[in-house]
């Protein structure tokens, strides 16, 4: 990977038998109290209505499938909901509560991010929204000043979602938040790593936002709990020093939240922007990092988002996303068989509070490798994996 591609890698956000290796460490955590009575086996798939009229649909065993009612009945039980500051079009608002609605009628339950930016925003990039400019010259405003607009629009977001009947008792502010959020973020690659200068600058900054998003959410839905979403899976001093700061600062924190795309072969930030990665190292990491995070916070965590590819054939920004796990081939059954021993490995660990496909449905080109369905849009062996684990 260049560094550009490292850049699209991370912007993203925004793994021989890695799980074989670590084996004897898993039995310490099996006896460990569950963080949740049934765990939240989770799938993003945000993308459906928008996909409604692609010319491959989604089939099973080559027969035409609805995709929630199918997810559900293979075991899926929550839903990340994904919310952007718009009026209309994909994740806008009103296309969440249409999404919401649909999935809640097939018994899922809704956890709500909230990405305060009018697109993407992830660990490349944390763009406020531009129309935030256009109303409340947002840029140019202090720190309190934003925190109040952030206030209100996350209190009228839940209210509307509340007004809808929707069901979200968990709340994600921001996505991928490592260096900063809503237009607060370091832009400086040296900087970015400095635990020192981010704890003392951005991520001060950074809370009192998140933490005026939260206060607007708990205004109209006081019992909502609440996750902070970071991408340095393979870092656990970068994860440790970002979650102490936020707590320190006063944030509700019922959850920490991690990306995992171990194909990614990001083990060292450095190291990934010369192009050198290494999914298995990457994968290790992360198995060690959760543990140690629940070592010393003892706050269950979620897995955001994770996917891994059926095939070393990536095209566009995730092309670098080809580092295979040891002992999971590329392939389509590697795909399955990591799904699954990943899913095997959460329920061992139960501070892993629930996990999150990224995408699933979404088989167009760029994503078509991750998705559980190809590219003409039939279901992969993976899609089977869900039900052993529901």
């Known amino acids: 990977m260049n560094k550009l591609l490292v850049n699209a890698v991370i912007l993203f956000f925004v793994f021989n038998s890695t799980y074989q290796v670590s084996a004897g460490s898993q039995d310490q955590h ?20 928008d996909m409604q009229q692609f010319l491959f649909r989604w089939r099973y065993h080559l027969k035409p499938i609805d995709v929630y009612p199918f997810f559900h009945d293979k075991g899926i039980n929550y839903f990340r909901l994904r919310i952007f500051v718009k009026e209309n079009g994909s994740d806008s608002l ?14 899922m339950k809704c956890s709500v991010t909230l990405f305060m930016s009018s697109d993407w925003s992830d660990i490349g990039k944390q763009p406020s929204p531009p129309s935030w400019d256009t109303l409340y010259d947002f840029s140019n405003l202090s720190l309190e000043l934003k925190a109040d607009i952030i206030r209100n629009y996350t209190k009228n977001t839940t209210s509307t979602l509340l007004n809808n009947g ?32 981010m704890q003392n600058t951005t991520w001060l900054q950074t809370a009192v936002l998140l933490h005026a998003g939260m206060q607007g959410v708990q205004q109209v839905d006081p019992s909502a709990q609440f996750i902070l979403h970071i ?36 083990y060292n930030i450095t190291l990934a922007y010369k192009g050198i990665g290494n999914g298995t190292l990457s994968q290790l990491l992360f198995q060690h990092n ?13 897995i955001s988002e994770y996917a891994y590819p059926s095939t070393s054939f990536i095209l566009g920004m995730f092309a670098g996303f080809n580092h295979a796990v040891q002992g999971y081939p590329l392939t389509k059954q590697g795909q399955k068989t990591w799904l699954h021993d990943f899913l095997q490995w959460a329920q061992n660990h139960t501070f892993i509070a629930g996990t999150f496909y990224f995408s699933p449905e979404f ?20 899609v089977d994996v869900f039900k052993e684990f529901s």
């Open 363 to 382: 088989h167009r080109l760029i994503w078509s490798p991750f998705s559980l369905f190809t590219f003409l849009g039939n279901a992969k062996p993976a």
């Open 94 to 107: 009103p296309y969440a509560v249409n999404t919401a609605k649909l999935v809640q009628a097939q018994g």
């Open 166 to 197: 929707i069901d979200a008792d968990l709340y994600e502010i921001g996505n991928e938040i490592d260096y900063g959020f809503c237009g607060i973020f370091e832009q400086d690659y040296t900087k970015q790593e400095n635990l020192s200068h």
């Open 30 to 49: 099996t006896t460990q109290q569950n963080t949740s009575e049934q765990p939240m086996l989770g799938i993003d798939a945000n993308y459906v209505t």
């Open 231 to 266: 991408a340095h899976w393979w870092d656990y001093n970068f994860s440790k020093a970002f979650f102490t700061t936020m707590i320190s600062q006063g944030l509700p924190l019922d959850y920490l939240g991690l990306s995992f795309y171990p194909s990614s072969g990001i």
């Open 290 to 302: 959760t543990e140690h995070l629940w070592n010393t916070f003892h706050t269950p965590l979620i």
